[in-house]
């Protein structure tokens, strides 16, 4: 009871007065009600959303800014992943294959197996053979060309999924682990996502990952835990910012793409109380590490139809005052937190907002919100809190379906917005996907909105303000010129 007062007090300062809450509803009304204003772009572009493969086409080249919202666990396309695994110096890479039948949440079939380089081959397993990386990454027979394509269908989640987001969080994930967490492996898929992101015309990427080595293979239990100190994960990360660092330097200087790490961690796990402490100090640091750290995000799967065991402490409320005090300590990092990724409405936002989230991941079920004049809806716009839309990840995870997102209407309502794509390698994806679907799903979906989406994805960058207007400056220079060459 103490701490829903706490909560209703935190809610009625945050919007001014109490009576405000009616007065955010009024304005909500009125933001709703707002159409966006004809410009002299809207011919052009009309006529360019009529053909799908000139629109994505024409999104390819348009400088698009950045992405907020993107795991790099879940970022590389599974094909390549086998690429990264057969190139391994540190250790030879198997895919477990059953030998029966398998259900599409199995966490153990297809997922990647690592042995040390002594060895030859895994343990036997009379469920399941083993087959090398390389021989999938060149398939030579019809079965293997089978395994390559199961593998493949593994690794990603399929539009007619009757269960998707059991599948993602407890299988897809889980199947990779002895890859991507790899560090050596981990900084190859840096190295490809900053290759990506100048592919697709971005500046900026703030990219999810923990700070924290895995142990070797063959490590005990207890091992996980002698890597969650200061020390390791500051070599670590610094080893992870040379790779970047190396990437960029291999493209042309005005291409090169400002990439920050977000420091992720699941907030159903035990080890959050230890990783949370050390990750803070990290992000708070005045060197090189430091800097290169954009800010904290809370992930967790909070969709559930069911009560399961432990899915109660899947909501931000659960860790509040343990975050609350970092924040106090730590006053400078910034904070991110997925929630409301789902359709039925819970008080995950509203909570992630009074615990300090600067940024909302998903952020689907403000929709859902019991409350006409929903008071987050209101603190969200007074306090410019931009939501990392993923419309194609809703789209595959929660059956929300593209035309139904409401990442423009939030727009209209004037909550920033960004596109992301959440985790691309997953879900078969690009940015420039993400932004030709929400055009080709949102029909009236103008010119200057396109743009703004782009611009929102650096103003509400987890960056110092000088490197902000330097960012948003050369997009400017750059979309200018984009419009130029296309008569815009």
Not at 213 to 234: F, H, I
Not at 309 to 316: D, K, L, N
């Amino acid at each position: 009871m103490k701490k829903f007062c706490r909560r209703l007090i935190a809610f009625a300062v945050g919007l001014g007065i109490f009576g405000s809450i009616a007065f955010g509803g009024s304005l909500l009304q009125t933001a709703t009600s707002k159409q966006p204003v004809p410009t002299q772009h809207s011919k052009q572009f009309a006529n360019i959303k009529r053909n799908q493969n000139q629109l994505r086409a024409f999104l390819q080249k348009m400088p698009k800014g950045g992405e907020l919202h993107t795991h790099l666990s879940g970022s590389i396309a599974p094909e390549r992943l086998l690429e990264l695994a057969a190139q391994s110096k540190q250790y030879r890479y198997f895919i477990r294959v059953p030998k029966q039948s398998w259900k599409s949440d199995d966490a153990n079939a297809y997922k990647f197996i690592a042995v040390p380089l002594e060895k030859t081959a895994p343990d036997p397993d009379n469920n399941a053979t083993f087959v090398a990386v390389a021989n999938l990454v060149n398939p030579r027979t019809e079965i293997e060309q089978k395994q390559r394509a199961m593998y493949l269908s593994s690794q990603m989640i399929a539009v007619n999924e009757p269960n998707p987001n059991n599948v993602f969080f407890n299988a897809v994930f889980a199947r990779g682990d002895a890859l991507t967490g790899n560090p050596e492996i981990i900084r190859q898929m840096l190295a490809e996502t900053v290759k990506n992101a100048q592919r697709h015309n971005l500046s900026y990427v703030e990219v999810m990952l923990s700070p924290f080595p895995n142990t070797p293979v063959g490590a005990s239990k207890a091992d996980e835990y002698k890597v969650l100190n200061l020390t390791a994960a500051r070599e670590h990360m610094s080893n992870l910012l040379a790779a970047v660092q190396s990437t960029n330097q291999q493209l042309p200087e005005n291409e090169r793409v400002e990439l920050r790490f977000m420091l992720s961690f699941r907030r159903t796990s035990a080890k959050l109380f230890t990783q949370l402490p050390i990750a803070f100090e990290l992000a708070a640091a005045n060197d090189a590490v430091g800097n290169a750290i954009a800010g904290i995000n809370l992930v967790g799967n909070e969709y559930s139809e069911d009560v399961q065991v432990g899915q109660e402490i899947a909501a931000p409320s659960a860790v509040e005052d343990y975050i609350s005090t970092l924040r106090r300590l730590y006053p400078a990092v910034r904070l991110s937190i997925h929630s409301g990724e789902r359709t039925k409405w819970d008080w995950h936002i509203r909570d992630s907002i009074l615990m300090g989230a600067e940024r909302i991941g998903h952020g689907v079920n403000l929709e859902a919100s019991p409350q006409p004049n929903a008071p987050e809806v209101t603190l969200m716009r007074r306090r410019k809190i931009l939501i990392e839309a993923c419309p194609i990840s809703n789209y595959l995870l929660l059956k929300l379906p593209l035309e139904k997102h409401p990442f423009l209407k939030w727009m209209r309502m004037g909550i920033p917005v960004s596109l992301n794509t959440d985790d691309a390698g997953i879900f078969s994806s690009d940015i420039t996907e993400e932004f030709t679907r929400a055009v080709l799903s949102h029909p009236d979906i103008t010119w200057d909105e396109v743009k703004q989406l782009a611009r929102n994805s650096l103003e509400y960058a987890f960056v110092d303000e000088t490197t902000k207007a330097k960012l948003i400056q050369n997009w400017q220079t750059q979309i200018a010129a984009f419009e130029k060459s296309r008569n815009l």
